[in-house]
């Protein structure tokens, strides 16, 4: 079973939710509502989305549904290719859930957005791969900086408590302290703290650099590792339960 969480982000303060769920089990998608769209809906006045008018009825399509499938280029655009080699997916596995973890699913024209829900490793690890956010507001010195990056090499993460926008922000700086961009926000949420005791417990490194023409929100690929105690896994708080968990288990 593959999931993914949909979440939406407020335009005015930036403030985010994790608002439903989508999986695949190998046949058909399934998509639900989960538990934090009430927070969003009782804080921010966030209205259901026209694709999913329904509150409490689980979705389901042996395709995958058109919100998600507009969010990946189409096989057909010439650029496909190039998109697969952005993501660093081979193109004998482009499975659009991969994809969507992958890419973030992000568009210019809404405040929605995509992460996975990974599984454990054989050896007790998460993987998390993702692109560095917030690059346009980077200084021209870290800019260079990413461009000189190296596959593997080895990222810090550094909380930012004086985000104006997110206290629990966490930065992704190079050894020699390069400000090289931002976790995405969903990071900050799988339950660990930027500590000497949890940095030991996680590993971030540079997985692929696209240089242009590669469009900027593509630029740095990471992929993060981290490990966690057996009993805990990510995304277990209330906010990414189902609303319905009778109808969802269906």
Known sequence: ??????????????????????????TSYQFLYIQGILAAQQ????RLLPSFPELDLVYQSPELFPLFANRLLRR???DYADFLRWLNIPTDRDDPMAMLAKSGGQRATDTLFVFP?????????YHFHFFAQELLNLPPLSANRISHLQTGELLRLVGDPENPY???????????????????????DIGFEVSAQS??????????INMPPAPLQFRL??????????????????????????????
């Open 1 to 26: 079973m593959k999931t993914i969480f949909l979440a939406w982000q407020n335009p005015l303060d930036r403030t985010w939710f994790p608002i439903g769920r989508l999986t695949f089990d190998g």
């Open 43 to 46: 804080q921010c006045g966030f």
């Open 76 to 78: 057909s655009r010439p």
């Open 117 to 125: 829900c990974p599984e454990p490793d054989e050896n007790g690890f």
């Open 166 to 188: 997110d206290r629990r922000a966490l930065m992704l700086c190079t050894e020699d302290d390069y400000l090289v961009g931002y976790c995405p926000r969903y990071l900050s």
């Open 199 to 208: 940095l030991c417990l996680i590993n971030v490194e540079v997985e692929r």
């Open 221 to 250: 690929l990471c992929h993060l590792t981290v490990q966690m105690p057996q009993e805990e896994r990510p995304f277990l708080g209330a906010m990414y339960q189902p609303l319905n968990a009778v109808k969802a288990a269906a």
